[in-house]
């Protein structure tokens, strides 16, 4: 069984949550496999598909959320009460909101999960601290004012970490992640939805060990 707080833990370690759009269930084994070899041992995988609770499922089956080296496994565009309990029963460990439903929120912490919703005005902010969240998605980032909205939220929030994900990659990760208030980013840069289709692991594992790389880099630059 994992704590919730374990899940928030490595999110921070990590400091990358990749965002995942499957079409075929059985990729996900392979897939996750890859991350993890790559250094990423978490996974999102969106309800955007159908294939979504089986592919939780199968990753679940096969293992890869068990022992040391287990995979943090959370289910993404989770915007319905289905989607939590179905979620859940596939043996997802945390839930990802593109925006914030008071509702879904309400419903994981009765169901005893962790939930990551989005969020990026004031008011939204404000409505996930009073139900007691404080690490929140910073979603879509780009789009809502980049880096510097995300700085900008920092004064009168002080007690909350983001995780900005839309529009991120490797060529602008760092202007977030140095933020100190960034937690970790989210982005399907290095799981390219169609290279999953092609099945070509190989370059989402290359992808994946340069996204570490940079994320490793940045924080070693950021620590005094
Ligand atoms: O599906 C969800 O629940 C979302 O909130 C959206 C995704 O997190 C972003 O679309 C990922 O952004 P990109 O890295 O720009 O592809």
Not at 16 to 25: M, Q
Not at 33 to 55: K, M, S, V
Not at 80 to 104: L, Y
Request: charged content about 20%; glycine content about 10%; some cysteine.
């Amino acid at each position: 069984m994992t704590a919730p707080e374990e899940v928030l833990t490595t999110v921070g370690d990590l400091g990358l949550v990749p965002v995942i759009v499957l079409d075929d269930a059985d990729d996900a084994v392979p897939l996750l496999t890859t991350l993890r070899e790559a250094g990423l041992p978490i996974a999102e995988i969106t309800f955007r598909t159908p294939a979504a609770a089986d592919a939780l499922k199968a990753v679940r089956d096969a293992g890869l959320t068990e022992g040391i080296d287990a995979v943090q496994l959370g289910a993404g565009t989770v915007t319905t009460i289905e989607h939590v309990d179905s979620a859940i029963e596939a043996g997802a460990k945390f839930i990802v909101s593109p925006g914030f439903s008071p509702k879904i929120v309400q419903h994981c912490q009765d169901r005893g999960i962790v939930v990551i919703p989005g969020a990026v005005t004031a008011t939204e902010i404000q409505g996930c601290l009073e139900m007691g969240l404080t690490t929140l998605k910073f979603f879509p980032a780009s789009t809502s004012g980049g880096p510097e909205a995300v700085k900008a939220i920092a004064s009168p929030f002080k007690s909350v970490r983001v995780i900005p994900t839309g529009g991120i990659d490797v060529g602008n990760v760092a202007g977030y992640l140095s933020l100190p208030n960034v937690c970790a980013v989210g982005g399907s840069w290095m799981v390219p939805r169609s290279a999953i289709q092609s099945r070509n692991f190989s370059i989402i594992r290359s992808l994946t060990q340069e996204a570490v790389a940079v994320i490793r880099s940045i924080r070693k630059e950021a620590k005094p």
